[in-house]
């Protein structure tokens, strides 16, 4: 890494380019641009342009998406651009440092050592710092790899947040992270990294409780360290470091974490308002659909969950339709298992479960669509020979799509309505799609101007998102459907939100991962993707015990999603009648969901219009109350209720710290509705058959009731209030 060794800085209030440009001794130029009061943008543009000249997150329209190409990375076109007051200006000492305010953020153009560029970023009325870059060469740059780094002053005291499905605790100040698509089946729930987003978002609180936010707009992979790494000359500072792309960085700044978070996901496009019937509880049974004989295990499935009383909004297929053996042929049904697919998905309809269907974007070397699809050109190819790259998935070797190329959008929507939609099917799953591509010489046709794997991975995953999510739009309107789209997706980079909702993935079956799975859907949540959730009682692994079970349904029952999916060496499925000593105990959580279904659903749209998490720590809700962050495993449900699951085998009761409130304001247990102070801890009951609950005194929850002798449903009538 060389760092720069001169800067000057020349302003250029509201011009197209920006409001500040360094020339750099590469050629290039460092360009600052206020976007509005509170956010502004950094771009370092090399003397080659971009190697990145496109983007898919940066969508700041209401209601306008980014084009399939992308947007041009150097536009600031839908942004407010406020006006300025310059600072600072000298015409005699070279050494003052002019700096650019609005009414929220002021910047300090300084220079480092030697005159390396150094930006300063700091509240206007106190002086205080959001972030500033480090004094000792913020910006570097490889001309061996290719790698970018920026460098800032990083405080002992600093909390950290977000970059997407992180592992461990809240704050990730001291851990080193990287920022990208990778398939983590059996993840550490604690330590592992990467997982399957690409995320470079950091929200930040700073020693004077601010709290800034940072996204780095890249598909290249990058590495966050925040605090692993010291240098005696440097003092303590914090890095990311992108492997060969390009260093675009948008600074969001504001007194909460809600005022920040609503501007990063203003800048990304927003949430998708799902259907009402993908917020109820879902299941997936892989063993069934895997087994010889699945249409015959389905149909008595379908009989079990009407004997168990259970309610179930969906069924998620696994790949088991398309399996041959352990390989998976997408779109392709194995009509050995089920020789009459519509039949069975009807009668999955006809019991109140809508249907989603899982889907890959990888087709293997005998898939029956293997060649007709390569004579298309419709793969990831071969920068030197023009083939498809070929690589091992699922037990074979195969080709990915290159969403970057219409013709293979086309086949995928066509594939996706003939062989989903008219079958039966709602929605589909996107899963499998990290990319995870090794061969250096793959590149991505990105509409005729080819870029390599490793500049486009993330953007696949997104790509094949939207064509899956349009395509069930299309199709609803066909048959004049009137219901927003549902669908999933397992990778990504921002901008999936707009489409689809997530999870954390292929997670283990283990009290651990029970209780890291929570702070990982709240890091989630945080970095802008409200939709999520865990597959409950564990993907990969052991079976659960009857008390871990009972405990991770009620921890992901008051979850955006909740999935029950799992895929077991031995065959068998998780399912909420698997132990008869804990099933009314199941039962009893999931109805639980269904009768605060209209609290929930409030919050979902809430998300939509307002940009607010659907769950959140219990500090964003109370970002000034420093008991707040101590790591925990409660969180927030919307503005009123507290969310305390049991993570402990053989716990009993539950201790739960109770945020401080407004004047004095008190808690009110949900099931006894004994009255406690904010501001302190209280023990609370826990036996098996309870998630305990706190909710804020005055709140007003809506609850639905089915009709009597029903098993709930997503759509029951409110019929009543609770009052606390």
């Not at 009325?125 to 920026?150: E, N, P």
């Not at 609180?205 to 940072?214: A, F, N, S, V």
């Not at 009682?537 to 999935?563: D, H, K």
Request: overall charge negative; some cysteine.
């Amino acid at each position: 890494m060389t760092p720069f060794q001169a800067a000057h800085w020349a302003l250029t209030p509201g011009a197209v380019p920006g409001d500040a440009v360094a020339s750099m001794p590469d050629g290039g130029a460092l360009r600052l641009a206020f976007l509005s009061a509170s956010t502004a943008r950094v771009t370092w543009v090399r003397p080659d342009g971009f190697r990145e000249p496109a983007t898919w997150a940066i969508a700041p329209t209401a209601g306008e998406d980014v084009p399939w190409q992308g947007r041009l990375r150097g536009s600031l076109a839908g942004f407010s651009r406020p006006s300025l007051t310059v600072r600072n200006l000298s015409a005699t000492d070279s050494n003052s440092a002019p700096s650019l305010e609005t009414t929220d953020l002021r910047v300090t153009l300084a220079a480092g050592v030697a005159g390396t560029p150094r930006l300063i970023w700091q509240a206007p009325t106190t002086g205080q710092v959001y972030m500033a870059d480090r004094a000792t060469s913020a910006y570097l740059a490889s001309k061996r790899t290719g790698a970018i780094r920026h460098c800032v002053v990083r405080d002992p005291t600093d909390r950290y947040f977000g970059l997407g499905d992180k592992t461990g605790p809240l704050n990730l100040h001291g851990r080193r992270l990287r920022c990208m698509g990778q398939d983590s089946l059996g993840y550490d729930p604690q330590s592992g990294d990467p997982l399957y987003k690409h995320w470079p978002f950091l929200m930040q609180r700073t020693p004077d409780g601010l709290w800034q936010g940072i996204y780095y707009d890249t598909l290249s992979a990058c590495t966050f360290d925040l605090g692993c790494e010291h240098d005696n000359y440097h003092d303590f500072f914090r890095t990311i470091e992108i492997d060969d792309g390009d260093l675009d960085y948008y600074i969001m700044v504001g007194d909460s974490p809600a005022a920040v978070l609503h501007q990063f996901m203003s800048l990304i496009g927003g949430t998708h308002l799902p259907p009402k019937w993908s917020v109820g509880f879902a299941l997936t049974a892989m063993g069934l659909a895997d087994a010889p004989d699945a249409q015959q295990q389905l149909t008595a499935f379908i009989a079990a969950c009407g004997d168990n009383r259970m309610p179930i909004s969906a069924f998620h297929y696994g790949s088991g339709y398309s399996s041959r053996g352990k390989q998976r042929y997408v779109f392709n049904w194995n009509r050995d298992k089920f020789p009459d697919p519509e039949g069975i998905n009807r009668s999955f309809q006809e019991a109140g479960m809508r249907l989603v269907a899982n889907i890959k974007p990888c087709l293997l070397d005998d898939h029956p669509a293997y060649q007709a699809v390569r004579d298309a050109d419709g793969f990831i190819n071969n920068r030197s020979t023009g083939e498809p790259v070929v690589e091992p998935f699922w037990d074979g070797n195969g080709a990915y799509l290159d969403f970057t190329k219409p013709q293979a959008v086309q086949w995928w929507q066509s594939g996706l309505r003939q062989q989903i939609l008219e079958k039966g099917i709602d929605s589909g799953w996107n899963d499998n799609n990290e990319y995870a591509i090794q061969s250096e010489d793959a590149v991505s046709d990105l509409w005729g101007q080819a870029g390599p794997i490793h500049r486009s991975r993330p953007l696949h995953a997104l790509l094949m998102t939207r064509a899956t999510f349009e395509a069930q739009t299309d199709y609803a309107t066909a048959i004049g459907r009137d219901e927003a789209v549902y669908t999933i997706t397992r990778a990504g980079p921002p901008g999936l939100q707009r489409y689809a909702q997530t999870w954390s993935g292929d997670n283990t079956t283990s009290w651990e991962t029970l209780k890291w799975n929570i702070r990982t859907g709240l890091q989630m949540s945080l970095s802008g993707m409200f939709n999520v959730g865990h597959d409950v009682g564990g993907f990969f692994g052991p079976s659960p015990e009857p008390e871990l079970l009972a405990r991770w349904v009620q921890a992901c029952a008051l979850n955006p999603r909740m999935v029950m999916n799992s895929w077991k060496p031995d065959g068998k499925n998780n399912l909420p009648w698997m132990h008869d000593s804990v099933t009314d105990d199941i039962r009893a959580a999931l109805n639980l969901r269904y009768q605060l279904m209209p609290y929930l659903w409030a919050c979902f749209e809430r998300a939509c219009q307002f940009h607010q998490p659907i769950i959140r720590p219990t500090f964003f809700n109370f970002p000034h109350d420093e008991g707040c962050f101590a790591d925990c495993d409660d969180f927030m449900l919307g503005d009123y209720v507290l969310v305390a699951p049991v993570v402990e085998k053989g716990a009993q009761t539950r201790a739960i710290y109770l945020p401080k409130l407004p004047d004095g304001g008190q808690w009110v247990d949900f099931y006894d509705r004994s009255v406690h102070l904010g501001g302190h801890a209280v023990t609370c009951p826990a036996p098996i058959g309870r998630l305990p609950l706190m909710v804020r005194q005055g709140a007003r929850i809506p609850v639905a009731v089915p009709p009597t002798g029903q098993v709930p449903r997503h759509d029951d009538p409110v019929t009543d209030v609770l009052e606390f």
